[in-house]
């Protein structure tokens, strides 16, 4: 059989991600699992050659050039989970974005009773980044407690506190205003653990009533209408970038 011309020839992991496939990482580990088939034969080796035009497929189905670039926020009505899929069948964030943007995936994640901005994107690396605290992004809440919020507690939640997961990084926290027979306590943070604004609040003897976050770096929610989306503009997609360190690919 003639070999095609070595310029013809790509690397299996370098032609995935010109194909849409997230990470390097993520498309040697779906070698190794052997998910991959190159014109139909198993794909064994991370670094192995191929023709520039031959047909991958992942778990059978075919990959196709990837979508271009999209950034898009939310707000996220309670209620939602902000997962791609939900196995007790709970509504989805998904569900309220149209189906020819089902690519994009959410940077981090908003708890089922917390509402508010999310951000979503089909840019593997900006996710990754945007998500890890030291980028410093910085994600404004707006918490109501149960009952007066004291200046103490703010002090010691902008100093940090300990959770059983360490202790928290410096914050910003201040009253904002009255909520029923509690406060309206705005907190920014550049963390993101796991239940980390509810766990903060409980921790100085303030359980939460309400959660809702209203800003991520550039972007705030504004007067977005509970439940819909839109596109990011350029200077908070740029902005994005820069706090991320990464250039930003084009639109189209
Ligand atoms: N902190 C929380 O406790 N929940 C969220 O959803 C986000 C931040």
């Known amino acids: 059989m003639d070999l095609p ?54 778990d059978g189905v075919e990959v196709g050039p990837p979508p271009p670039p999209a950034w898009l926020a939310l707000h996220k009505p309670k209620g939602y989970v902000s997962t791609k899929e939900d196995t007790r069948d709970r509504p989805i964030v998904m569900d309220l974005l149209p189906p020819e943007l089902s690519h994009v995936h959410s940077i981090g994640r908003l708890d089922g009773d917390v509402s508010g901005l999310l951000l979503f994107t089909n840019q593997g690396e900006l996710t990754h980044r945007l ?30 506190v300990d959770l059983n997961d360490g202790p928290t990084a410096p914050a910003k926290c201040r009253v904002v205003g009255r909520e029923g027979s509690g406060s309206l306590v705005e907190l920014i943070i550049h963390e993101g653990r796991k239940h980390q604004v509810k766990r903060m609040f409980e921790a100085v003897g303030y359980p939460l009533a309400e959660l809702r976050r209203v800003a991520v770096g550039p972007v705030s929610l504004g007067d977005l209408e509970r439940g819909r989306w839109r596109h990011l503009t350029d200077a908070e997609v740029d902005e994005l970038y820069r706090m991320a360190g990464l250039p930003r690919p084009c639109r189209e």
Not at 138 to 159: C, G, I, P
């Open 131 to 160: 998500a890890h605290p030291s980028y410093g992004v910085e994600k404004v809440y707006h918490a109501a407690t149960r009952r007066r919020f004291s200046e103490d507690a703010a002090r010691r939640l902008a100093h940090g």
């Open 5 to 58: 011309p070595e310029d013809d020839l790509i690397r299996l992991n370098k032609l995935l991600a010109t194909l849409g496939v997230e990470s390097r990482r993520h498309a040697e580990e779906m070698i190794i699992a052997g998910r991959i088939t190159v014109d139909g034969v198993t794909a064994t080796e991370k670094g192995q050659k191929v023709r520039r035009g031959a047909v991958i497929k992942v």
